[in-house]
């Protein structure tokens, strides 16, 4: 039987393509830059399955002619898809949660460490020479920061990322606080306590971002919320880029509404070296590296290989965003028309 032809939108480990080569014809692209909205078309035509990143547009252009029946993500967000069109054509959408949870809340933490502490303005300070410039070893106001026991945490969002960015939270001794859609009661049980957002931005020395980009959440963090904040406040931001209005953060920082600012994803992406958020000490940009152990995207990587071939083999992929696309196409890799799936084929609405 012909194998199913399969199309990486950026080469993954070498031991994933092997062991996707047994399943697939498996094409790569092979360069470091993502490749150009007209190739994905071409791809998604082309294709039985596309494993895509959150840089890839895949829309409607790509989705209405597409011979692809899965579109296998690989990261957690899948705001680049739209999820609604590849429903409606009957094809499947997979993400990667659950295994980069641990690498984004410790990266959530290396940014609050880096603002609260002024480490990489530190660094700064000797590798310059700004500190042998100042003719002294050491001075009683030199780089003060903020000390982070007893001060409050407000986690926006508490999915599995932002629960365990709690948890470090009162590892460090902080009163953690946090808004969500839903009251976590778990959490709470903790000491992990419901506020609502005016409130959490109002009191929290810390403020960590943690929620999916959608329509609700997008410029969540706008002029009106960086108002009602502390001075001396500290602005986290390891979701999405989308959830600050980036205008506002940087008139924020400027005016000194806010003490600092951590941040891994943009707006704009990959931020512009002249961006207006460079010039700013007191904000400290990394390169969406969140989720940047071997162990999480090796891990995120193996997820697709399960999702693809659990899709393959006609069942129901573990991670499916779009669960309401079995009733429409089932699983694999058939070409027949759009269906209801049957019981008949093993799978029930039950299992999606």
Excluded at 3 to 17: G, I, N, Q, T
Excluded at 199 to 211: A, G, Q
Aim: charge should be neutral.
């Amino acid at each position: 039987m012909e194998k199913p032809r399969l199309f990486l939108s950026r080469a993954l480990f070498d031991d994933v393509h092997s062991r996707l080569a047994e399943e697939f014809e498996v094409e790569v692209w092979d360069r470091y830059q993502a490749p150009p909205y007209d190739v994905i078309v071409a791809k998604a035509k082309e294709a039985d399955a596309l494993v895509t990143l959150l840089s890839d547009k895949v829309d409607c252009g790509v989705l209405s002619g597409a011979r692809a029946r899965i579109i296998a993500q690989y990261a957690v967000g899948f705001d680049n898809v739209d999820l609604s069109c590849a429903t409606n054509r009957g094809i499947y959408v997979t993400n990667t949660p659950d295994v980069l949870t641990e690498a984004t809340a410790e990266f959530t933490w290396a940014l609050i460490m880096s603002v609260a502490r002024r480490v990489v303005e530190g660094d700064h300070f000797v590798r310059y020479g700004e500190w042998q410039r100042t003719s002294t070893s050491w001075h009683p106001t030199m780089l003060i920061g903020m000390e982070l026991k007893g001060k409050v945490l407000g986690v926006v969002g508490l999915g599995r990322i932002g629960r365990r960015v709690a948890e470090i939270g009162k590892g460090f001794g902080m009163r953690v606080i946090y808004w969500s859609r839903s009251k976590h009661e778990e959490a709470e049980r903790s000491g992990i306590n419901y506020a609502s957002l005016n409130y959490l931005l109002r009191t929290s020395d810390v403020i960590s971002l943690n929620l999916p980009l959608n329509k609700e959440t997008w410029h969540i963090i706008n002029s009106e919320a960086l108002k009602l904040m502390k001075r001396s406040a500290i602005l986290v931001n390891t979701g999405r880029g989308g959830l600050i209005d980036t205008d506002a953060l940087v008139q924020a920082l400027r005016d000194g509404m806010i003490a600092g600012a951590g941040l891994d994803v943009y707006e704009q992406e990959p931020l512009p070296q002249n961006h207006p958020l460079t010039a700013f000490k007191n904000a400290v940009l990394a390169p969406h590296a969140a989720s940047a152990t071997y162990e999480s995207r090796h891990g995120m990587a193996e997820l697709v290989v399960e999702n693809l071939l659990t899709f393959k083999e006609g069942k129901i992929p573990p991670t499916l965003v779009n669960r309401e696309v079995a009733e429409i196409r089932a699983p694999g890799f058939s070409r027949g028309d759009l269906n209801p799936m049957q019981p008949s084929r093993g799978i029930t609405k039950a299992a999606v």
